[in-house]
């Protein structure tokens, strides 16, 4: 039998689930202008920040209206988790869980962000774009 690892993407409401990536970005662009956006993960519900539990990576996608494959728009590591010789946690240094980026596009799409807890696996959200 096939696996898909499309079953092993998970969504929830942000408000209540603190893996969910939440994407901050405006809902209608200016064509061909650069505009920013933020991916955070556990906005509401903040995620564990520690060496046994933590946010990975989070990746950012654009599928543009009419192509046929998406577009990579860039992509943190998270690399600090308070590991140390002495054990876990032992040290008080975590990265956050947040980027932002930036990019330009002609047509409307669809954002997508992907999230990767390292006990809870795969997360993404997605946010419509429209350009005038
Ligand atoms: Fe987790």
């Known amino acids: 039998m096939m696996v898909d690892l ?8 942000w408000k209540s689930e603190k893996h969910m990536p939440v994407i901050d970005a405006p809902s209608t662009v200016k064509k061909g202008e650069v505009f920013d956006l933020q991916v955070e993960v556990g906005r509401e519900v903040s995620h564990p920040n520690k060496t046994e539990h933590h946010i990975r990576w989070i990746a ?3 599928h543009p209206e009419g192509e046929k494959s ?11 988790h308070g590991g140390s010789t ?47």
């Open 60 to 62: 950012v996608y654009f």
């Open 6 to 13: 499309r079953d092993h993407f998970q969504s929830a409401d």
């Open 86 to 132: 002495q054990g876990p946690a032992a040290r008080s240094v975590c990265t956050n869980p947040s980027v932002e980026l930036s990019f330009r596009t002609d047509k409307p799409g669809m954002i997508f962000a992907s999230s990767f807890c390292n006990i809870h696996g795969l997360w993404m959200t997605s946010k419509k774009v429209s350009v005038v």
């Open 70 to 80: 998406l577009h990579e728009i860039g992509r943190a590591e998270f690399a600090a």
